[in-house]
């Protein structure tokens, strides 16, 4: 709304806030906006968003500081599920952002192999995060028809080796778990 360009989470929401230290579950979709239509149709806002959050590092698109706020929501026990383009979960500016939430992810619906909106144009991905730390996140890999194409659970371990959170998204996961797993264990290849 013109009138109210913001919300005042803790007055829009005061019984939430009092009672139960903030929402259960925070459900988005954020504005898809990148980083150079910012600096040229919102520059103050952009700016304001670099001050505030500090995930907004390098050259962010609109969705990252929404992951910032989504999670502050939250009460203890709260779970967050944001439908985002998947850049972030592996290229620079997404690196603070990685950093901060990583430990909390417990899911990842991957859309990316086929466009979820026609009018966006971006390759998407459904991320779930909640308030208590979890060692392994579900990644469910999804076809032009939605339909689960593979599920498998990936150890935290060696996204945080390669700061890489994209690495979920690749279609031959299994191998590249097996490939981190035998590195791990120290088995090596002498060519």
């Known amino acids: 709304q013109s009138s109210k360009p913001f919300i005042l989470w803790q007055l829009s929401f005061p019984k939430v806030f009092m009672e139960k230290r903030g929402f259960d579950i925070v459900v988005g979709n954020p504005p898809y906006i990148d980083s150079e239509t910012?600096?040229?149709?919102?520059?103050?806002?952009?700016?304001?968003?670099?001050?505030?959050y500090k995930v907004c590092k390098g050259n962010w698109d609109l969705y990252i500081p929404f992951w910032e706020k989504s999670f502050k929501l939250l009460n203890q026990y709260g779970n967050v599920a944001l439908i985002t383009p998947d850049k972030w979960l592996s290229i620079k500016y997404g690196k603070a952002l990685r950093s901060c939430i990583l430990p909390y992810i417990y899911n990842i619906s991957n859309y990316s192999t086929f466009y979820a909106f026609e009018s966006a144009g971006v390759s998407t991905v459904v991320v779930m995060a909640q308030r208590k730390e979890i060692n392994k996140i579900r990644v469910v890999h999804f076809d032009e028809l939605f339909d689960v194409v593979d599920e498998v659970k990936v150890d935290k371990f060696y996204l945080n080796?390669?700061?890489?959170?994209?690495?979920?998204?690749?279609?031959?996961?299994?191998?590249?778990?097996?490939?981190?797993?035998?590195?791990?264990?120290?088995?090596?290849?002498?060519?």
């Not at 080796?161 to 797993?181: A, E, F, P, R, V």
């Open 38 to 52: 910012m600096s040229r149709i919102m520059p103050k806002e952009r700016e304001c968003y670099a001050k505030k």
């Open 161 to 191: 080796k390669y700061d890489n959170i994209g690495l979920c998204l690749s279609k031959n996961l299994k191998t590249l778990i097996n490939l981190m797993t035998n590195e791990q264990l120290g088995d090596s290849f002498n060519i």
